[in-house]
């Protein structure tokens, strides 16, 4: 396929539902060699919520897109060096690395436990960093390089006290409570910020992206962090804006830490289907 990516390898986490299957799709059309990674390989593996990873490789090669599916636990420091392992073995080397999977305890700060606060840190913190650190030497070989990181609004800091009867934070954070989730995010971004200041003259870009508003992933339904009727963002805008931040060069765009759509209007970009092609009215 030709494209924007056409002759790059790509590597996207948490590509079985939600943001990481429009990123992987958006990629595939561009012409991308997407390697696609998440627990759920197939069906009967224990998963509680629709989506995996052979289903996504099929709409990929449907459309004519080509993928290689590597199921990984990204807790597991052994799974995330195979996910690098096996990229290179198949495609020869990695241009691209999105580091989409995340995990989320939706709870009161005060009384999360000790192994969810780890995990948190874990997920959304530890196995990104690992995988740049992995996928870094052969970004160098290959002379250029992409690492994009899947921030979240929620690292924006909540009024302070005292709130009155606003009801915007009645729910969300005083009851919801994303702050370990959301410092843990934040974490991701001050790391990106500097990781992408050390690699500049390697020639390699390192961003961040969140959404303007929550895209309606199954996962966050699940969690009942949003709900059917919230104001929620288009995935294919989410996918777009990732591949804006992984095809413009290194020395002009890294070191981002932005919203999808302030990020595509600012480039000029509209916003395209999965598939590459222009969105119906």
């Given at each position: ?149 899947i921030s979240s609004a929620t690292t924006r ?125």
């Amino acid at each position: 396929m030709g494209g924007i990516l056409a002759g790059k390898v790509a590597i996207v986490t948490g590509a079985s539902r939600g943001i990481g299957v429009g990123i992987a799709r958006r990629f595939a059309a561009e012409g991308a060699r997407v390697v696609i990674t998440a627990r759920t390989g197939d069906t009967g593996q224990g998963n509680y919520l629709p989506g995996t990873l052979r289903e996504v490789a099929e709409q990929i090669r449907a459309a004519g897109g080509e993928c290689l599916t590597v199921t990984a636990d990204l807790a597991n420091p052994d799974d995330r060096a195979r996910i690098i392992d096996e990229t290179i073995a198949a495609w020869g080397g990695i241009d691209i690395l999105v580091n989409n999977a995340a995990r989320g305890f939706y709870e009161p700060t005060l009384t999360m436990s000790r192994k969810r606060l780890l995990l948190s840190f874990e997920i959304n913190f530890q196995a990104p960093l690992d995988l740049m650190q992995r996928a870094l030497p052969s970004m160098r070989e290959r002379g250029a390089g992409w690492m994009l990181n899947i921030s979240s609004a929620t690292t924006r800091m909540p009024p302070s006290a005292p709130w009155g009867s606003d009801p915007r934070y009645e729910r969300f954070h005083r009851e919801t409570g994303p702050t370990i989730y959301a410092s843990t995010k934040a974490a991701l971004e001050r790391m990106s910020a500097g990781a992408a200041v050390e690699l500049a003259e390697q020639n390699v870009a390192v961003n961040t992206l969140a959404p303007v508003e929550a895209v309606a992933s199954e996962g966050a339904l699940h969690i009942n962090t949003i709900d059917k009727e919230a104001i929620w963002e288009p995935l294919e805008q989410m996918a777009e804006a990732a591949l804006l931040l992984c095809s413009e060069p290194p020395a002009t765009c890294s070191g981002l830490c932005v919203l999808s759509g302030p990020l595509l209007e600012r480039y000029g970009r509209e916003v395209r289907g999965l598939d590459g092609n222009p969105m119906s009215v």
